[in-house]
């Protein structure tokens, strides 16, 4: 291979990109709206649960396969298996390519939120949203923003760009997390929100309640498409992976948690209802934040919608990374190059779901599928992308790890850089579950996702009643 690599220069700067991906929109905006949805603290009990149990062991398995590599997702498998495997790495390709697309469009959301607010053209309320997604035009300018963005900064590679930026927006985007907190905590009834969110009733927890949380513990780690696998190519020998990962889960989870308490707090102190689903962040909370009063409203807000910018930034960039590692290493086309290309084709296959929130009618009611119902585009692609082809993904990569690359050369590549890992209970747990918690649970997943969703069939609750 004649093309530069390149690589991380610190191990902290890995794990600020890596938990810079896994960080985004999942976090702050999706994973309270779950919550809301899924009956509040039962949720977050086992979301934190499926982090740990399952996601942790695929984190390590993806990373594993990328340090020992040094490879793309799609090389990767070729490297370890043989070129038929090379199709789990094409199935990552695809999933990245099609959730960027219309993550960026969310992005531009966010984004464009905190512009409207600096300038004072915002308006809020459920309507407001529809209209400002609705306008293409505006919406596609910042979503245009948004990518070229992204690329530059991949376009610099992985210790000049990707680390980089992780290193100034990590910490920035923690320490803004608190302020919102602090100030979150000072509203009326901010304690009835940390009750919702914190005391759990597990009488709530039904078939679907768990399945969700497994679904937003794995999105939100970025697994399943070879993320991880593409970012631990660049990590050096003498990292501990195992110790990583632990880092990086915990971040990404700790982050999730403080997410909501900001946002019930300033839910329930307009005593609304905290399951407004989707439009939670983007139709709920400008009401909120106009309530404030005008300053502090403004500022709040701007501030808020500035932080989902830079947490979805973090993700679009690896998200990116994942097709432009591969035209890298694959194809040999300088990474400059490569990165514009991926971009451009990424944003207009992103234009369909730019457009289906409002602009178009066809594509607002894009499909009726037997049990989604009738979908949107973007929320369409997401089913595809998110929902079917991370966990099936995240199956084929377990089964791969344990099962074809296996377990001796699996522990080899973990035990470089981790002296005392050989023989204790965490290098079991790994191994037990990447052969036989982790192919279970997703391929459970995907199955019932992919008969509920299409087929209008409800496993979970044939099965649990
Ligand atoms: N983990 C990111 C989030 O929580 C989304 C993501 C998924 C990023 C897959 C990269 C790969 O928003």
């Given at each position: 291979m004649s093309v530069q690599r390149g690589g991380f220069s610190t191990r902290i700067g890995f794990i600020l990109a890596a938990a810079g991906s896994a960080v985004g929109l999942g976090n702050i905006w999706?994973?309270?709206?779950?919550?809301?949805?899924?009956?509040?603290?039962?949720?977050?009990?086992?979301?934190?649960?499926?982090?740990?149990?399952?996601c942790f062991p695929v984190l390590v398995a993806?990373?594993?396969?990328?340090?020992?590599?040094?490879?793309?997702?799609?090389?990767?498998?070729?490297?370890?298996?043989?070129?038929?495997?090379?199709?789990?790495?094409?199935?990552?390709?695809?999933?990245?390519?099609?959730?960027?697309?219309?993550?960026?469009?969310?992005?531009?959301?966010?984004?464009?939120?905190?512009?409207?607010?600096?300038?004072?053209?915002?308006?809020?309320?459920?309507?407001?949203?529809?209209?400002?997604?609705?306008?293409?035009?505006?919406?596609?300018?910042?979503a245009i923003i948004f990518m070229v963005t992204t690329a530059f900064i991949v376009s610099r590679g992985i210790a000049g760009g990707i680390e980089r930026a992780a290193r100034i927006l990590m910490p920035t985007l923690f320490i803004m997390i608190i302020g919102l907190i602090i100030y979150a905590m000072t509203l009326p009834n901010a304690f009835e929100g940390l009750k919702f969110y914190l005391v759990p009733d597990f009488g709530e927890i039904t078939g679907s309640v768990v399945y969700s949380a497994l679904g937003q513990a794995?999105?939100?780690?970025?697994?399943?498409?070879?993320?991880?696998?593409?970012?631990?190519?660049?990590?050096?020998?003498?990292?501990?992976?195992?110790?990583?990962?632990?880092?990086?889960?915990?971040?990404?989870?700790?982050v999730a948690f403080l997410a909501?308490?900001?946002?019930?707090?300033?839910?329930?102190?307009?005593?609304?209802?905290?399951?407004?689903?989707?439009?939670?962040?983007?139709?709920?909370?400008?009401?909120?934040?106009?309530?404030?009063?005008?300053?502090a409203g403004n500022v709040i807000g701007a501030f808020f919608f500035l932080l989902?910018?830079?947490?979805?930034?973090?993700?679009?960039?690896?998200?990116?990374?994942?097709?432009?590692?591969?035209?890298?290493?694959?194809?040999?086309?300088?990474?400059?190059?490569?990165?514009?290309?991926?971009?451009?084709?990424?944003?207009?296959?992103?234009?369909?779901?730019?457009?289906?929130?409002?602009?178009?009618?066809?594509?607002?009611?894009?499909?009726s599928l037997a049990g989604a119902g009738t979908l949107d585009f973007m929320s369409f692609v997401g089913l595809?992308?998110?929902?079917?082809?991370?966990?099936?993904?995240?199956?084929?990569?377990?089964?791969?790890?344990a099962y074809v690359w296996r377990k001796e050369n699996f522990d080899k590549e973990l035990a470089e850089g981790a002296d005392d890992l050989k023989g204790s209970w965490l290098q079991s747990y790994v191994n037990f579950a990447v052969s036989y918690i982790c192919p279970l649970l997703l391929g459970l997943i995907f199955v019932v996702t992919v008969l509920d969703n299409f087929f209008g069939v409800k496993l979970l609750t044939i099965l649990l009643g």
């Open positions: 999706k994973f309270p709206f779950e919550v809301g949805e899924g009956g509040g603290a039962a949720f977050v009990v086992m979301y934190l649960a499926f982090c740990f149990i399952l993806e990373i594993s396969i990328g340090r020992r590599t040094k490879r793309n997702a799609v090389g990767a498998f070729k490297v370890l298996g043989h070129k038929k495997w090379a199709f789990i790495g094409y199935l990552g390709l695809a999933s990245g390519v099609l959730i960027l697309s219309f993550y960026n469009v969310v992005a531009a959301w966010a984004f464009g939120y905190f512009i409207d607010i600096l300038f004072g053209t915002f308006s809020v309320g459920g309507e407001a949203f529809g209209a400002f997604t609705k306008d293409w035009v505006k919406v596609g300018s910042y794995f999105f939100s780690l970025s697994l399943g498409m070879g993320a991880l696998i593409t970012y631990g190519s660049y990590l050096s020998k003498d990292s501990n992976i195992v110790k990583s990962a632990a880092q990086i889960t915990l971040m990404d989870v700790g909501g308490f900001m946002i019930f707090p300033f839910v329930f102190t307009q005593g609304l209802e905290p399951n407004g689903g989707p439009g939670l962040i983007f139709a709920t909370l400008p009401g909120v934040f106009e309530s404030l009063g005008y300053w989902l910018s830079f947490a979805a930034f973090t993700s679009t960039i690896s998200l990116l990374e994942v097709p432009t590692a591969y035209m890298v290493d694959e194809h040999e086309i300088p990474r400059s190059k490569a990165t514009w290309i991926v971009a451009a084709v990424i944003f207009v296959v992103g234009i369909p779901s730019l457009l289906s929130n409002g602009a178009s009618e066809a594509l607002g009611q894009f499909v595809i992308a998110n929902d079917t082809f991370l966990p099936l993904g995240g199956f084929l990569i377990a089964v791969f790890v």
